[in-house]
């Protein structure tokens, strides 16, 4: 994840009905519906996914319903997008940390380090089915992603602001991964709207969005109208909306927690993709065993039209129990 001065993990999973011809009953549709037949419906309405996320609140009860342990090294996880009967899971392996510069060269704050960007395909049971190596260079650290129904879409970022990012699209079925265009700054998580065909992507803190063709033209940027949180994991919700989850780590008193006690406020927002006005926002306040917010890292939400399903995925692979995938519900 990046490490701006204020972080930010948005609880929001991408989601889709279909793997080729893989489909379960707890899979989520592309549209964020459950793949119960609702997807139609949701079109019909304007989304379930929009609708179910705008009933619920701060009050809302969020129930953990199941807890998975991923049996690999999963290192420091990224994006989450759940297809079918797998999930895809984007992590950063470090070789080498950046390490700040006394004065910033060549427009840089930091050295670039070195690491390893993965895609990891995973099964319902937590087993490793794939590593898909991606990235080159310094380009190296995967972003928050996001699946369109056929593909999941993947930044590969420099590790420090300000740099240079590739946008890869990866075949969910087939599994090949492609390499699409380049941009001018670190992308730490993309959206496809698949009412344009356009591509949605956040730079570090999320403080800036841009839009670009499928080709890699810049059609627009706007500064991120949210100050509470910062985002990593976003997803497309129909229609022309993304859902997005992060987190802010705030100072704490000392008197509650010593000098360098921290406080992590998560949160996710949606906002629609032609106002980029924020519609509905909330904090999300659940806790992982190493004790972090549970929007830390990747998180996707899918909905049925009674119960929202948010799965998240907010620890390292060396913290206290690794990495967990946590499925939570909310009734709505």
Request: aromatic share 8%; charged share 20%; net charge negative.
């Amino acid at each position: 994840m990046k490490k701006p001065r204020s972080r930010l993990v948005v609880a929001a999973l991408s989601i889709a009905a279909v793997l080729g011809s893989l489909v379960t009953a707890h899979a989520a549709g592309a549209d964020g519906s459950a793949a119960n037949g609702s997807g139609a419906r949701a079109a019909a309405r304007g989304g379930v996914l929009a609708n179910d996320f705008t009933a619920v609140d701060r009050t809302t009860a969020w129930n953990l319903t199941n807890t998975l342990d991923l049996k690999f090294p999963t290192y420091h996880p990224e994006g989450l997008a759940v297809v079918g009967d797998r999930m895809f899971l984007s992590s950063t392996q470090i070789i080498e940390p950046t390490k700040m510069y006394p004065t910033p060269q060549d427009g840089y704050d930091r050295t670039p380090g070195k690491g390893i960007g993965h895609l990891f395909v995973i099964d319902r049971q937590g087993k490793l089915l794939k590593d898909i190596v991606l990235g080159e260079g310094d380009m190296y650290h995967p972003g928050g992603i996001d699946f369109d129904g056929r593909n999941i879409w993947v930044p590969l970022a420099q590790y420090r602001p300000g740099s240079s990012a590739i946008m890869y699209r990866v075949d969910a079925t087939t599994l090949q991964a492609h390499k699409e265009f380049e941009v001018h700054d670190h992308i730490g998580g993309i959206v496809y709207d698949r009412t344009t065909g356009h591509l949605v992507g956040n730079n570090w803190g999320s403080r800036r969005f841009y839009e670009w063709t499928a080709q890699g033209r810049t059609v627009a940027t706007w500064d991120n109208p949210n100050h509470i949180v910062d985002f990593q994991d976003c997803q497309y919700v129909p229609d022309a909306r993304m859902l997005c989850s992060g987190l802010t780590t705030f100072g704490q008193n000392p008197a509650a927690g010593g000098t360098s006690a921290s406080y992590e406020l998560g949160g996710l927002a949606l906002i629609d993709l032609r106002s980029h006005d924020i519609l509905h926002e909330i904090p999300f306040q659940k806790w992982s065993a190493a004790g972090h917010v549970v929007t830390r890292n990747p998180l996707k939400v899918a909905a049925d039209g009674h119960h929202l399903t948010l799965w998240a995925a907010p620890d390292n692979g060396e913290d206290v129990k690794g990495t967990q995938v946590f499925t939570f519900q909310a009734t709505v």
